[in-house]
């Protein structure tokens, strides 16, 4: 008895087919023959576990490309076993409901009498590393892009205070010696355009630093309630330039958002499709929401002059010199759209063709 | 420093404030007879297209204070555009000075590397830069 409880004990802790079961379970990894004479296709469990295959479902030559995602490689992993080559890449499968899933594969190819006879090998889920590698990539790029604009952010920044102080050192050394009241004049209205365009860039500097470090609370807002009271502060301009404006929330009526972020995005489009407008035609501007699976849109589109995006598309979001005294804000406004929808996780883009008009789309995170 | 008068001076730049004080700082320091003043590259382009390909280089100035930050036709579009005239422009002596207030290394470096361009002048352009700039 006691011999025998000993031998037991040994058989089962040398026992392989534990081992190798346990091995299969701890790295998610299935095992696979396939017999070429017959067609027919052997799984053991761990392989039907981990594409979640029924057990009376029958795998066989016939059927089982539908477990690989791409057919390209699929034929080529079968080409090459059948030339009697062994391969082992990581490939992207199907399992049987259709959900996507990494894996490391490999396929050797039985031999019989120099012919190939059969196939055979294991597959072993990296699933979770390849998306864990996905996600830090994505990240990598958000983090890109948004040092990108704060590299851009510095020279704006530097580039437009130094303007105003250029023209401030300018504006004294050319009036050094200046006593004619005439003159005093000229120097004192200089100063005095220096000071507000300063002033204007210190308040849109704010505006951009805010974006980033104040507390964004969102809210569920009626986005058509929203777009109701920007259009009021453009109301004697729209009836001026007799513009039409039509717009459709249906769709989407609501949305978890910051409500200062979408007043801005709403009053600054709308304030661009009036500015370039094409003054050979009424200018219509159209709103709309739309909401395709877990998408959700804001898109505004006027007939205005439209912009040349070869030229413009790579700058058009960026925020160039424009606060000085001509009193154009063009540029910062777009800068300020996007900096906001992206803080919130989404994203802006535009279509347009010169003569035409214009087409932005707001995709709320 | 002695200072010498050339017939016509060019300034190509979008900031309205800026371009009246160096027009006065011109006028009142005699460094040129005229004065042409385009408020963006594209202006500016015209006007040098139509005399480089008419023949007409009289209308053309000898000292150019080309902005690089300024809507539709900035500066370094400017003188992308203008490449193709760029032995045309040496051989009738154009002085073409880039003047920005960039602090970019690069930038200041590519402008100073530039073909076309004779010196890049930081903003604010002190009175003795602008008197050097308009030095033969």
Redesign the interface.
């Known amino acids: 008895m006691q011999n025998n409880n000993e031998i037991n004990l040994q058989d089962a802790l040398e026992d392989e087919t534990y081992f190798l079961n346990e091995i299969a379970t701890m790295t998610q990894t299935g095992g696979y023959g396939c017999n070429l004479n017959t067609g027919a296709i052997t799984l053991n469990f761990g392989s039907r576990h981990l594409l979640e295959i029924p057990h009376d479902y029958t795998v066989d030559i016939e059927n089982v490309s539908r477990f690989f995602s791409n057919k390209k490689i699929y034929k080529k992993l079968i080409g090459d076993s059948l030339k009697g080559l062994s391969s082992i890449l990581d490939l992207e499968m199907y399992k049987f409901d259709g959900e996507r899933l990494w894996v490391r594969f490999n396929c050797h190819p039985y031999m019989q009498d120099d012919e190939v006879v059969g196939l055979r090998g294991v597959f072993t889920s990296v699933d979770r590393y390849i998306k864990n590698t996905q996600e830090v990539e994505n990240a990598a790029l958000v983090i890109k892009a948004q040092n990108e604009r704060l590299v851009h952010f510095a ?1 704006i920044l ?2 437009n205070l ?2 105003h ?3 401030l ?3 004294l ?2 009036f050094d010696d200046v006593k004619e009241p005439g003159e005093i004049e000229v120097f004192n209205s ?1 100063l005095n ?2 000071s507000f ?1 300063l002033n204007q860039t210190l308040h849109h500097l704010n505006e951009v630093v805010t974006i980033n470090t104040q507390l964004k609370i969102k809210e569920n807002i009626d986005i058509e309630a929203i777009f109701n009271n920007v259009l009021l502060e453009f109301d004697e301009d729209i009836k001026a330039i007799n513009a039409t404006i039509k717009y459709d929330f249906a769709e989407l009526l609501s949305i978890e958002y910051v409500p200062s972020f979408l007043e801005s995005v709403f009053r600054n489009l709308i304030s661009n499709a009036i500015k370039y407008r094409d003054v050979e035609r009424p200018l219509e501007i159209v709103v709309k929401t739309k909401s395709k699976n877990k998408r959700k849109l804001l898109v505004i589109k006027d007939n205005g002059i439209g912009i040349d995006l070869k030229r413009h598309a790579g700058k058009l979001f960026h925020m ?3 606060f ?3 009193d154009d804000a ?2 910062v406004g777009l800068f300020l759209v996007k900096s906001k929808v992206e803080a919130l996780g989404g994203d802006i883009s535009v279509k347009s063709e010169l003569g035409k008009g214009s087409t932005f789309s707001i995709r709320f995170e | 420093m002695s200072i010498t008068t050339i017939r016509r001076a060019c300034i190509i730049d979008d900031d309205r404030l800026y371009v009246s004080l160096i027009k006065m700082l011109i006028n009142k320091n005699k460094l040129a007879q005229e004065l042409l003043i385009f408020e963006n590259g594209k202006q500016a382009f015209d006007y040098f297209e139509s005399a480089l390909e008419s023949g007409n280089i009289d209308v053309l100035p000898q000292v150019v204070l080309l902005d690089l930050n300024m809507p539709i036709m900035d500066g370094w579009e400017f003188l992308e555009a203008l490449e193709p005239y760029a032995d045309k422009l040496k051989a009738c002596c154009l002085k073409l000075n880039v003047v920005s207030s960039t602090i970019n290394p690069e930038e200041m470096t590519k402008a100073r590397n530039h073909d076309i361009v004779n010196d890049f002048i930081t903003k604010p352009i002190s009175k003795d830069a602008m008197i050097s700039a308009f030095k033969a």
Do not use: F, K, V, W
């Open positions: 020279h530097s580039h130094r303007s102080a250029s023209n050192q300018l504006t050394q050319t200089y355009d220096i365009s160039y010199r424009t000085h005294t001509n063009r540029g």
